[in-house]
């Protein structure tokens, strides 16, 4: 009864914390973007076609427990990501609660779970209105949050990341004390997914663990059989997890940054403004100090406290802030790299929560669920409506477009990444919006179907997208201007501005043209593909799906060698010379057992390269188009 009481509390502690987090639009302006986004864009796509999740490229960090399992399931029951996004929030807070509790109670005796909820909420609070201060005052960016504990209540941004982590460090104590063979087998298997999740377990559990039974193994504290097999699990486990990884495709870890050296000098100025990191070190320092004094520190466990999980968990903590901070050093970027630092947010947390449940735990349940009471009540008050900000909210761009085009004639639309997903989302998906990269607005294939650049979703198969806007926000407008077009109408938008195109526009041709990967799922569907001719010279490289297709060549005036070879074996498949004047070359490829990859060049003769206004593909029973659009 006490445990459910206990669970119950922490529950609502959660929900009131995450609702006082989503319904604060200081929070909403840096949580909701392209990347936290990525579940629900995944449940969107499965919903209008199952077979998206073999196309589907995860994120880096697929982030599978808990981030897509519980967002991604609540999204696919509700069919609302709002609910989903909100949900995770209340559901991480709940489960690092349980698990560092769970810790809390191997290490001191007594069960901390209310304990460390009541200290999440009073640092997810403090971060809440430090950003909402430092923003009023200029002094940080809205897109940026000012404090690493309000990522704990945002989807697929490393939080997840730690939690799984602490699952696999209690489930590790746990198969050490009274491990059977199920506990073993489930250790292996919890260490090989939360790897694939997210490589960055391995630096804030696996590792820190595997320090931890070799302190123990030189302090004669663990049989060295237990030893063994704790290290071979948990590397077992890890390498398993590294390698469903790659099999998925993604690259396993974060893309380089700086030198070290450079990167403490970014990071040092940006400490002395954000007081709550700064103070997050202070706090690891009695966490240093202990593991370097275990003694000292033994001294201050209750009676019924036990040494030999203090030394464990000592050893755990100490090596994954060590290491958190040299990961956040090494890839700094500004203070959102602070989310690879989760160690040193919560566990001097977990710390303190053990030691002051072991003191006190009286009425706990009712002093949590009490402060969930008045947590919502204010924040509901501060709302000015009971439904939280998370709910109504939509991007500025999007109240733009909206008030020119309340009837969504226009479905479909092209933005830069950081702000396409958020733009479809926002509107409840009424509104297709595929990814473009800064600059010259090239497909920026990431974390999606890339099919869906040329599938219309819920439509039927090989229904192109309805193409009538660009968002040019972090666009150049005379690269697009010279790719695409001139627009038949500019909506300006606050600092930015919409380019309206008339019915009938089309964009694919020149999208495809600049994004080949794109070419095998536009014929998968039905679509024939015109692309550009350019880079002949090097060589473009395409996937062409099973099946027999037509390739045509159209070019002016001049000569040359049409050449196609398998890749990457470079036998050849198809060679012609083009004839002087205008006209068309064509060759016919395929196979009915596979993809097959190509690549296509042209070697001029003469000196003299031929004028090249296009290469079109389509099955072999169909015309190809005249294919001139690329022609500049």
Excluded: K
């Excluded at 939509?394 to 702000?419: I, N, Q, S």
């Amino acid at each position: 009864m006490a445990r459910t009481r206990n669970t119950a509390a922490i529950l609502a502690l959660g929900l009131a914390v995450s609702y006082a987090a989503v319904n604060s639009a200081h929070f909403l302006g840096f949580a909701l973007h392209a990347d936290t986004l990525y579940p629900a864009l995944l449940i969107e796509e499965l919903r209008a076609d199952l077979s998206a999740l073999w196309r589907f490229q995860p994120s880096r960090v697929p982030s599978f427990i808990p981030d897509l399992a519980i967002a991604g399931l609540i999204d696919a029951i509700t069919g609302s990501w709002r609910l989903g996004f909100w949900g995770y929030a209340a559901l991480a807070f709940a489960l690092l609660s349980l698990l560092g509790g769970w810790i809390g109670r191997a290490i001191f005796g007594a069960w901390s779970g209310l304990w460390l909820a009541l200290i999440l909420a009073a640092l997810v609070l403090l971060g809440l209105l430090q950003q909402a201060y430092l923003v009023a005052r200029g002094v940080a960016p809205a897109d940026l949050p000012a404090s690493l504990h309000v990522m704990l209540m945002m989807p697929v941004w490393q939080s997840g990341a730690f939690i799984a982590g602490l699952a696999v460090l209690a489930l590790a104590w746990r198969a050490r004390q009274q491990g059977g063979w199920g506990v073993w087998l489930g250790l292996g298997l919890l260490t090989a997914l939360a790897s694939a999740s997210n490589t960055i377990v391995v630096a804030h559990a696996v590792l820190p663990a595997l320090i931890a039974v070799a302190d123990a193994v030189l302090r004669r504290s663990m049989p060295r059989p237990v030893a063994w097999r704790m290290a071979a699990v948990l590397v077992l486990g890890a390498g398993a997890g590294f390698a469903l990884g790659l099999v998925s495709g993604r690259a396993p870890l974060p893309g380089g940054g700086a030198g070290l050296a450079e990167a403490w000098r970014a990071l040092a100025p940006d400490l002395l403004r954000e007081p709550q990191q700064a103070l997050m070190l202070v706090f690891c320092l009695p966490i240093a100090l202990a593991f370097f004094r275990p003694r000292r520190a033994a001294a201050w466990l209750p009676q019924a406290g036990h040494p030999d999980a203090l030394r464990f968990f000592l050893v755990v903590a100490a090596s994954a802030c060590g290491a958190s901070i040299m990961i956040t050093a090494l890839l700094y970027g500004g203070p959102h790299t602070w989310r690879y630092a989760n160690p040193i947010a919560w566990w001097p947390a977990i710390f303190l929560a053990g030691m002051l449940a072991a003191r006190w735990q009286r009425a706990m349940a009712g002093i949590a669920a009490a402060a969930a009471a008045g947590i919502a009540g204010i924040s509901a008050l501060a709302g000015g409506a009971a439904a939280p900000a998370l709910m109504h909210w939509r991007p500025p761009e999007l109240v733009c477009l909206d008030a020119a085009d309340p009837d969504v004639t226009l479905r479909a639309g092209l933005a830069a990444y950081w702000h396409a997903r958020t733009m479809a989302a926002a509107s409840g998906w009424r509104r297709q919006v595929e990814s473009l990269d800064f600059g010259e607005g090239r497909p920026f294939l990431w974390i999606e179907d890339s099919r869906s650049l040329v599938q219309a979703r819920h439509a039927p198969r090989g229904t192109p997208p309805a193409y009538r806007f660009i968002l040019m926000t972090g666009l150049d407008p005379a690269a697009i201007e010279r790719i695409h077009g001139t627009p038949a109408r500019i909506l300006p938008c606050g600092a930015t501005s919409l380019w309206l195109y008339p019915e009938g526009w089309s964009p694919l041709g020149r999208l495809v043209a600049m994004a080949d990967p794109v070419v095998q799922h536009a014929l998968a569907i039905g679509q024939s593909v015109c692309t550009g001719a350019e880079r002949l010279d090097t060589g473009r490289v395409f996937t062409l799906p099973p099946g027999r297709w037509r390739l045509a060549l159209h070019h002016g005036q001049g000569g040359g060698l049409w050449r196609i070879l398998s890749e990457p074996e470079g036998i050849a498949l198809h060679e012609q010379r083009l004839a002087a004047g205008a006209g068309r070359a064509e060759a016919i490829l395929g196979s009915e057992a596979g993809a097959l990859r190509v690549r296509i060049l042209l070697q001029p003769e003469a000196g003299v390269a031929p004028v090249l206004d296009g290469l079109s593909i389509n099955a072999i029973d169909e015309q190809p188009s005249a294919c001139t659009m690329q022609r500049g």
